[in-house]
């Protein structure tokens, strides 16, 4: 195991997915290192995350693994295994690519991207499989970086409101668009749940915004100014 706290150069083959990506459900798994399979299949769960994670694939293949953007890392002695906290589809990809096999099992990648996988793979080199990590000792240590990639307007890869749930409860707080959600259902039953998250904290965290829905947000505690049926109305 590597020394906490510095940026590393980690095999693949010394990473197993992380079956509590926010991106999915938790995945129970009983043999850890027996099931990255199954957490394959939660990440590549439809026609649309197929082809995106067919893309990312491609991307790596034809660009390779870019330094500056290090996946995040956690070393797990009970598995002797890092888990990424940031950069799990990226090391999915590195291994589909590393064993093309597994597409077998993934029922909506078409023939052509299984076919077109299993060439990329008969062309990279052993040391293809190695990704620039950045080592924290736990999920806490790891989640400021998480939300400023993936929560905020100006992140690289947003997710939805769901996902932030996930990623909160993971770590025992609730942001303002989650509070919202919570105390006021109704204004949220049609709206999207891609709906872009950017958007509801520019809306709920502004001057204006604030005054117009009647809102305060106090060390993080979301506030009613009049009452929540207004607030809920605008």
Known sequence: M???????????????????????????????EMGEELIIK??????????????????IYESGFIPSLAVILEYKENIHKYIPWDGNRRITALKILKNPNVMQNLKYFTHTQINTVFEFSKKVQEDFFEVTAYIVQSFEEAAP????????????????RIMIKR??????????????QELLPSAFNDLPNN??????????ES????????????????????????TEKN
């Open 2 to 32: 590597n020394s906490q706290g510095e940026l590393q150069i980690i095999k693949v083959d010394d990473i197993m997915i992380n079956p509590e990506n926010p991106r999915h459900n938790e995945v129970q798994l009983s043999i850890p």
């Open 42 to 59: 939660q990440l590549v769960r439809d026609k649309e995350t197929a082809n995106k994670m067919f893309d990312l694939i491609k991307s």
């Open 145 to 160: 970086m998480i939300k400023a990639i993936h929560t905020t307007a100006s992140g690289a890869m947003q997710w939805d």
């Open 167 to 180: 990623f909160e409860q993971k770590l025992g707080l609730k942001n303002i668009i989650t509070q919202a």
């Open 195 to 204: 709906f872009p998250t950017s958007i509801l904290d520019k809306i709920l």
């Open 207 to 230: 001057k204006e915004g604030k005054k117009f829905l009647n809102i305060d947000n106090i060390d993080n505690i979301l506030t009613f100014t009049s009452s929540m049926n207004d």
